[in-house]
């Protein structure tokens, strides 16, 4: 089966950091690309950052140059770095995968709250 574990979420101050971690299991990584979304009560759910499995890499504009998304393929790992954290970044932050057409799958999500 299909796994995608978040962790890394918490709170912080704002201009802190956090890294939160996706680990994947049940496809073969290196072929995949990843993405990492964010949704906030009444808000729809957002691309944040994704990643091809070249390594290319996408970003919302509103976390260009404070995000970085990457990944480790030895460890089935898809991460998603977090610098000069705003409360707008205030969101549970999910990682995704769609290995075919048909079918896409989801972590749990995780909690990301920036204070002021």
């Known amino acids: 089966q299909v796994q995608l574990v978040e962790s890394g979420g918490g709170l912080v101050q704002a201009g802190g950091s956090l890294r939160l971690s996706c680990a994947v299991s049940g496809i073969t990584f290196s072929i995949n690309a990843f993405g990492w979304y964010r949704q906030a009560p009444g808000k729809q759910r957002e691309l944040v950052a994704r990643?091809?499995?070249?390594?290319?890499?996408n970003y919302a504009d509103s976390v260009k140059g404070r995000f970085t998304i990457s990944r480790d393929n030895a460890k089935n790992t898809v991460y998603l770095q977090m610098n000069s954290l705003k409360p707008e970044d205030t969101a549970v932050y999910y990682c995704?995968?769609?290995?075919?057409?048909?079918?896409?799958?989801w972590g749990q999500g995780t909690q990301v709250t920036v204070s002021s």
């Open positions: 995704k995968v769609k290995p075919t057409l048909y079918v896409e799958y």
């Open positions: 990643i091809s499995s070249g390594r290319s890499t």
